[in-house]
T-cell receptor
Framework: DTGVSQDPRHKITKRGQNVTFRCDPISEHNRLYWYRQTLGQGPEFLTYFQNEAQLEKSRLLSDRFSAERPKGSFSTLEIQRTEQGDSAMYLC??????????????FGPGTRLLVL | AQTVTQSQPEMSVQEAETVTLSCTYDTSESNYYLFWYKQPPSRQMILVIRQEAYKQQNATENRFSVNFQKAAKSFSLKISDSQLGDTAMYFCAFMTTFYNQGGKLIFGQGTELSVKP
C-alpha cells in the first residue's frame, strides 16, 4: 500500500496560464476525490469519481476547472486561465468506495499552487 | 445542507497532559460518519479516528478518543498523554453514508493545537 501520490508537489505559474495536476490513488480504491484548501481553512470539496464516472461536482468548480479519470485509475485536475484566487493547496484523496470502513478517505500530500 | 463548526481556532497543552477539541455539526440525516483528521505543519492529512453515527460506543484509537453525543450533534476529540508530535491542525469532518449517496467530506475550520514541552 503505497498511499496516495500527487504530482507536482509545488507549482508556480503566471496568471492566465493553464496548469494540470495529477493524482494516483491507493491501488484498488474505486473512489477518488479532489479538494481545495486555502491557508488556515479546512479543505473544500471540488469533485469525486467512482471509477471513471464523475459523480458530483461542487459549484466551486467553475468552467475553468476540469477533472478526468479516464481509466478509473489516476486522475488529472486542470485549471485553465489561472487567476490569483486559484492559489491554494489542491488535495486528492481516495477510498475503496464500499460501505463501512471502505468509505474512509486517505489523503495525498497535495499540490501547492501559487498564481503570480 | 450539512455544516461542521470548530469553535476553538487555537489551543495549547503541556506535554503529557490531556486536551479536548470541540466539534459540532448540523444534519437532518440519521446515519453518517464523523472523522477527525490531523494535518501537521507542511505535511499531509492523516486520519486520526472515525465514528459511525449508528454506533453508540465512542471510538478510541490508542491515546485518542471521542465523545459522540448524537442528540446534541457534538463530536469532541480527547487526546491523552499529549506528545510533541501531536502538534498539528486538527479538522473535524462529516460524511453521509454510501447508501445515502455519500462521498464528499465536509470539514470544519480547524483547531491548531500546540503541544508545549
Amino acid at each position: 500500500d503505497t498511499g496516495v501520490s500527487q504530482d507536482p508537489r509545488h507549482k508556480i505559474t503566471k496568471r492566465g496560464q493553464n496548469v494540470t495536476f495529477r493524482c494516483d490513488p491507493i491501488s484498488e480504491h474505486n473512489r477518488l476525490y479532489w479538494y481545495r484548501q486555502t491557508l488556515g481553512q479546512g479543505p473544500e470539496f471540488l469533485t469525486y469519481f467512482q471509477n471513471e464516472a464523475q459523480l458530483e461536482k461542487s459549484r466551486l468548480l467553475s468552467d475553468r476547472f476540469s477533472a478526468e479519470r479516464p481509466k478509473g485509475s489516476f486522475s488529472t485536475l486542470e485549471i485553465q486561465r489561472t487567476e490569483q484566487g486559484d492559489s491554494a493547496m489542491y488535495l486528492c484523496a481516495s477510498s475503496r468506495g464500499l460501505a463501512g470502513d471502505g468509505e474512509t478517505q486517505y489523503f495525498g500530500p497535495g499540490t501547492r499552487l501559487l498564481v503570480l | 445542507a450539512q455544516t461542521v463548526t470548530q469553535s476553538q481556532p487555537e489551543m495549547s497543552v503541556q506535554e503529557a497532559e490531556t486536551v479536548t477539541l470541540s466539534c459540532t455539526y448540523d444534519t437532518s440525516e440519521s446515519n453518517y460518519y464523523l472523522f477527525w483528521y490531523k494535518q501537521p505543519p507542511s505535511r499531509q492529512m492523516i486520519l486520526v479516528i472515525r465514528q459511525e453515527a449508528y454506533k453508540q460506543q465512542n471510538a478510541t484509537e490508542n491515546r485518542f478518543s471521542v465523545n459522540f453525543q448524537k442528540a446534541a450533534k457534538s463530536f469532541s476529540l480527547k487526546i491523552s498523554d499529549s506528545q510533541l508530535g501531536d502538534t498539528a491542525m486538527y479538522f473535524c469532518a462529516f460524511m453521509t453514508t454510501f447508501y445515502n449517496q455519500g462521498g464528499k467530506l465536509i470539514f470544519g475550520q480547524g483547531t491548531e493545537l500546540s503541544v508545549k514541552p
